[in-house]
Structures are given as C-alpha cells and as structure tokens.
Nanobody, 115 residues
Framework: QVQLVESGGGLVQPGGSLRLSCAAS????????MGWYRQAPGKQRELVAT???????KYADSVKGRFTISRDNTKNTVYLQMNSLKPEDTAVYYC?????????WGKGTLVTVSS
C-alpha cells in the first residue's frame, strides 16, 4: 500500500515562494505519472500540475509560468515549486497519481497566501 506524505506548506505573503514535497512510501517510478492537486475552501479539488515518469509536465492555466513540478525517482519524492504566489493559491495541496487513486490521498499541506 502506497502512502503519500505532503509537506512544505505555510503562510506566505503575495508574491512569495514555497516548495512543497511529496514523499512516497513506495516507488513512485512504479506508480507512474504523478500530480499535485489542491482544494480551496468551498471548492472542488482540482489538478494543478502533472509529471510523467519520463519528466514531461503539464500545468493548469491558473498556475502556468509560476509553478514547477519535478520528481526524484531515486528519493521517491515529487516536488512543487511555487513562485509569485497569489491569494487565490490558498488551498490544501495534495499529491496523488495521475489519474488519481482514492486510496492514495494523504493529509495534504496547507498553503495560505496572505498579507
């Protein structure tokens, strides 16, 4: 059973940066494509960035040019570098397979963008 643990969230001012990490208990290479998702208060969970096993990436329009997803298969870790953060980026951020599996959800990490 794969367990995913997100970390790196916190409170940051608009325009600031954060780097999120997602550590897997098993091999992310065997999982395949991974994604970062987020859920803002009162909204549905949305996919914001994906990365294939080979490193190809895609982004939601709302984060394109500001967020960068990466992975280190040797460390079984997926990262999300977030720059130029906006208040509307405030959400709980989760990682999961892409497409997601319901039994892979972790607790997420809260990102709050506020002055």
């Amino acid at each position: 059973q794969v367990q995913l643990v997100e970390s790196g969230g916190g409170l940051v001012q608009p325009g600031g940066s954060l780097r999120l990490s997602c550590a897997a208990s098993g091999s992310i290479f065997s999982i395949g494509a991974m994604g970062w998702y987020r859920q803002a208060p009162g909204k549905q969970r949305e996919l914001v960035a994906t990365i294939t096993s080979g490193g190809s990436t895609k982004y939601a329009d709302s984060v394109k040019g500001r967020f960068t997803i990466s992975r280190d298969n040797t460390k079984n870790t997926v990262y999300l570098q977030m720059n130029s953060l906006k208040p509307e980026d405030t959400a709980v951020y989760y990682c999961n397979r892409n497409p997601r599996r319901e039994d892979y959800w972790g607790k997420g990490t809260l990102v709050t963008v506020s002055s």
